[in-house]
């Protein structure tokens, strides 16, 4: 398996622009998760799905970030608009529904907001 | 959910040392796991102790848990510079009565092998 693609690897932006970052989970997972990183705040957990239906996003800063699951292969994090502080490194994680609970990360999205 | 808190926040180490780090936590868990982070990269999962286990060994690595404590520590012995890399726990516990708990990181720790 190719395991979990992201895309795109780097963004670099103007304040005010729309950002969207997308994310294939491993073929037969049924979780996905959405984190961000920065060196201030470290890792947060966004948002995750199950079955591709959100069951937390606690964690989306505010009304500008949203993020969707239309099938099982394919989920986007979508920032509009997008501000300086929003940059960081965003990563998208996947599991099968399984006791143990293990993730599989991609190998994120830098992005830079000017 | 709860999230580790990694110790140190940072280890320097020579090559060929031994290096340890520990987790603490707060609430009761399930399992806890145990991740690596090279710079630029994803984190990567390297070994899950269930709480009923007290120390588990993969390769290199040993971890133990000691529920009473609320705390694991990870041994990585004969460290080598490709061991550099940052290290979270993420201590699972069941929530809610699903099979699956958020997974959520503390700080990590910055651990730099020395050649």
């Known amino acids: 398996d190719a395991g979990v693609i992201q895309s795109p690897r780097h963004e670099v932006t103007e304040m005010g622009q729309e950002v969207t970052l997308r994310c294939k989970p491993i073929?037969?997972?049924?979780?996905l998760f959405w984190y961000r990183q920065t060196m201030m705040r470290g890792l947060e957990l966004l948002i995750y799905?199950?079955?591709?239906?959100?069951?937390?996003d606690s964690g989306m800063p505010e009304d500008r970030f949203s993020a969707k699951m239309p099938n099982a292969s394919f989920s986007t994090l979508k920032i509009q608009p997008s501000e300086p502080r929003d940059s960081a490194v965003y990563f998208c994680?996947?599991?099968?529904?399984?006791?143990?609970?293990?993730?599989?990360f991609g190998e994120g999205s830098r992005l830079t907001v000017l | 959910s709860q999230q580790g808190e990694e110790d140190p926040q940072a280890l320097s180490i020579q090559e060929g040392e031994n290096a340890t780090m520990n987790c603490s936590y707060k609430?009761?868990?399930?399992?806890l796991q145990w991740y690596r982070q090279n710079s630029g990269r994803g984190l990567v999962h390297l070994i899950l102790?269930?709480?009923?286990?007290r120390e588990k060994h993969s390769g290199r690595l040993r971890v133990t848990l000691d529920t009473s404590k609320k705390s694991s520590s990870l041994l990585i012995t004969a460290s080598r510079a490709a061991d550099t890399a940052s290290y979270f726990c993420?201590?699972?516990?069941?929530?809610?009565?699903?099979?699956?708990?958020?997974?959520?990181f503390g700080q990590g720790t910055i651990l730099t092998v020395h050649p």
């Open positions: 073929s037969g997972h049924d979780y």
């Open positions: 609430t009761s868990i399930n399992n």
């Open positions: 993420a201590p699972i516990s069941n929530a809610g009565g699903t099979s699956y708990g958020k997974l959520t």
């Open positions: 994680a996947s599991s099968w529904e399984s006791y143990t609970g293990e993730l599989f």
């Open positions: 102790i269930r709480s009923n286990e």
């Open positions: 799905f199950n079955n591709n239906v959100p069951i937390d």
